[in-house]
């Protein structure tokens, strides 16, 4: 036996905090079925669109930009509606304009704005790839739910939906 080995403590608690609002149980369980279903469809969609040579990222890009006039948008507009920030953005445009999916073009007026541009490639990438994509959200989501509950589900995050927006208008 070890003697200069110390017995295993708890972690420090976290600081007390006697006015938080805990969740309960069935809070709890809700809340965490929430994330892990969460970040299991983020996966599993992902994984779905890597046939296409795509991340779930270029995706919603390359839609956001097909429904966009003239399929561009400035940068920063872009940034915002993929809730990325502009040098996450930057790096991940700079990959999919290797790829042959976007292209940056100048700002008329603006020297210093860009606008994210989708190529014929990135439109065509985008046709072959919303099929299956569609699918995959089907599948995995979709019909997981009868028609009551895909509208209890919807009135149900709607107004989270709108509150979260409401913040993010405020940042």
């Given at each position: 036996?070890?003697?200069?080995?110390?017995?295993?403590?708890?972690?420090?608690?976290?600081?007390?905090?006697?006015?938080?609002?805990?969740?309960?149980?069935?809070?709890?369980?809700?809340?965490?079925?929430?994330?892990?279903?969460?970040?299991?469809?983020?996966?599993?969609?992902?994984?779905?669109?890597q046939q296409h040579d795509l991340a779930i990222n270029d995706y919603?890009?390359?839609?956001?930009?097909?429904?966009?006039?003239?399929?561009?948008?400035?940068?920063?507009?872009?940034?915002?509606?993929?809730?990325?920030?502009?040098?996450?953005?930057?790096?991940?445009?700079?990959?999919?304009?290797?790829?042959?999916?976007?292209?940056?073009?100048?700002?008329?007026?603006?020297?210093?704005?860009?606008?994210?541009?989708?190529?014929?490639?990135?439109?065509?990438?985008?046709?072959?790839?919303?099929?299956?994509?569609?699918?995959?959200?089907?599948?995995?989501?979709?019909?997981?739910?009868?028609?009551?509950?895909?509208?209890?589900?919807?009135?149900?995050?709607?107004?989270?939906?709108?509150?979260?927006?409401a913040l993010r208008g405020r940042a």
């Amino acid at each position: 036996m070890d003697t200069n080995a110390t017995e295993p403590t708890d972690p420090p608690a976290a600081p007390a905090a006697d006015d938080a609002p805990w969740l309960t149980a069935r809070e709890q369980r809700l809340w965490r079925a929430h994330l892990e279903v969460s970040h299991l469809l983020e996966y599993q969609l992902g994984r779905e669109l890597q046939q296409h040579d795509l991340a779930i990222n270029d995706y919603e890009i390359l839609v956001v930009l097909s429904e966009s006039p003239d399929h561009r948008m400035r940068m920063t507009d872009l940034a915002t509606a993929t809730l990325q920030s502009k040098s996450r953005l930057s790096h991940q445009i700079t990959r999919m304009e290797s790829a042959g999916l976007v292209l940056r073009q100048e700002c008329p007026g603006d020297r210093r704005g860009l606008f994210a541009h989708l190529t014929e490639q990135g439109w065509q990438t985008l046709r072959r790839a919303a099929p299956d994509h569609v699918r995959s959200v089907r599948a995995h989501f979709i019909d997981r739910f009868d028609d009551e509950q895909l509208d209890a589900l919807y009135e149900a995050l709607g107004p989270v939906a709108d509150h979260l927006r409401a913040l993010r208008g405020r940042a």
